[in-house]
């Protein structure tokens, strides 16, 4: 059996998927107020409509440390895909219990019932943010900046609550990926930026970030766990591509007009400051933070050829990721 965290996000739907595809008996563990259909319409979408009864979905807390033992209870293997993704500054305590603490749960479950393997899915968000930096790889030290999110202080703080698991006898592997293209909703993950695309949004910018197919990260961390890599990290990134042409890749491929007015950084910080107020008004989260403008300006680039090597890895071009995931959102 093999237990599954985050079953109804974009990674963890891909990975049910990829792995009652090979036959396994899976686990998910899902909130009470979750919605499991939309993961069902990704097994549709990935014409696999027919193992769905593989997934036995249970609710479940990670907060809940004697839960978590009792779900894990006669599992192999674990992917903990679950976690708080937010870049609101009112979410910051919300990131810290739930990401960090939820996860040294899931690490301590993992030993209590007898884990052979856990994979953690953590973020290039781990390795900061810092302008000019270069090329990032998985040798890269975390350093307090003021450019790091709340979200990168919770998956580092994360991270850590594995690595001590390690050091405690637990096997573990973790990757780290960039943002994640997928079959996901309008209004979640990235599917927030079809969404801004395909609403008209006029702006683009000329930052740079890593993208990654999910059914890479997916397969990827099926392969680590089958390997006998132990006590590592990889980064999961297909290429790092300017905001610019990943939008104008999801207009053309939503058939909507690309972005065409340069959102120059003084614009982009008029515009958070302006939206928070707004969303004090409305109740409703703003769109535009100060994170998420920091991120579109920063040129910040992945490498990925530790596991290209280790794994004779091959990515997805990022084009093929960006037009299956408008596909899935446009689907009838």
Request: with cysteine; aromatic share 10%; net charge neutral.
């Amino acid at each position: 059996m093999i237990f599954v965290t985050g079953g109804t996000g974009i990674l963890g739907a891909q990975l049910l998927c990829d792995l009652a595809q090979q036959g396994h008996s899976i686990r998910a563990m899902k909130r009470s107020t979750s919605d499991v259909d939309w993961v069902r319409k990704v097994f549709h979408f990935n014409q696999l409509e027919d193992l769905w009864n593989r997934v036995e979905w249970v609710d479940g807390d990670l907060l809940d440390i004697i839960g978590l033992e009792e779900l894990t209870s006669g599992c192999t293997q674990v992917y903990h895909a679950a976690a708080v993704v937010s870049f609101q500054a009112g979410d910051e305590q919300k990131l810290l219990t739930h990401n960090i603490e939820g996860t040294a749960n899931m690490v301590n479950a993992c030993m209590a019932s007898g884990v052979q393997k856990l994979c953690y899915a953590s973020s290039i968000a781990v390795f900061g943010r810092e302008p000019n930096r270069g090329v990032v790889n998985e040798e890269a030290q975390w350093k307090r900046t003021p450019h790091n999110s709340n979200y990168a202080i919770s998956k580092y703080g994360a991270e850590r609550e594995v690595w001590r698991g390690t050091e405690e006898g637990l096997n573990a592997v973790i990757v780290n990926p960039s943002v994640i293209v997928g079959p996901c909703k309008w209004d979640y993950s990235s599917g927030v930026l079809f969404r801004s695309v395909r609403n008209g949004l006029p702006f683009y910018t000329l930052g740079t970030n890593g993208f990654v197919d999910v059914r890479d990260v997916s397969k990827a961390m099926i392969s680590l766990m089958n390997s006998d890599i132990r006590n590592e990290r990889f980064i999961l990134n297909g290429g790092n591509v300017v905001f610019q042409d990943f939008f104008n890749m999801v207009a053309d491929s939503l058939q909507k007009k690309r972005p065409h007015i340069y959102a120059r950084p003084w614009m982009s910080a008029i515009a958070w400051r302006v939206m928070k107020p707004w969303g004090w008004i409305t109740g409703k989260s703003p769109a535009i933070t100060k994170e998420s403008v920091g991120t579109a300006h920063m040129t910040s680039l992945y490498s990925s050829q530790k596991i290209e090597k280790r794994l004779g890895f091959a990515f997805t071009p990022i084009e093929d990721a960006v037009e299956r995931t408008a596909g899935f959102l446009t689907m009838r």
